[in-house]
Nanobody
């Protein structure tokens, strides 16, 4: 199995940027499709963006297209989420996730096996 830990969350003004990281330990991260989900207070956890095992393919929800970029460095067992032009509605706890045998188009939470504890992103207007 793999253990995931997120970092890089914080408070940012609307229009600002943050870069989240997800460090994987245990098994090699390249064995897994990886993704980012988020959960705002009172809402269900939702898919944000995902990346294939090699990093060649990505998928994202429409609301973050053109603003968020996912990447991974398998040599470092780390995945990143660059978030630009942040909006108040992006505020949430962001979770790193990993799955086996998934398509990058896998927005269903229950399909993902491994989860990090989350990192808080706050966006002030």
């Amino acid at each position: 199995q793999v253990q995931l830990v997120e970092s890089g969350g914080g408070l940012v003004q609307a229009g600002g940027s943050l870069r989240l990281s997800c460090a994987a330990s245990g098994r090699t991260a390249s064995n897994y499709v990886m993704g980012w989900f988020r959960q705002a207070p009172g809402k269900e956890r939702e898919f944000v963006v995902s990346i294939s095992r090699t990093g060649d393919n990505t998928d994202s929800q429409d609301s973050v297209k053109g603003r968020f970029t996912i990447s991974r460095d398998n040599a470092k067992n780390t995945m990143y989420l660059q978030m630009n032009s942040l909006k108040p509605e992006d505020a949430a706890v962001y979770y790193c996730a990993a799955g086996i045998g998934l398509s990058i188009k896998s927005p269903t939470v229950s399909n993902w096996i491994y989860w990090g504890p989350g990192t808080q992103v706050l966006v002030s207007s």
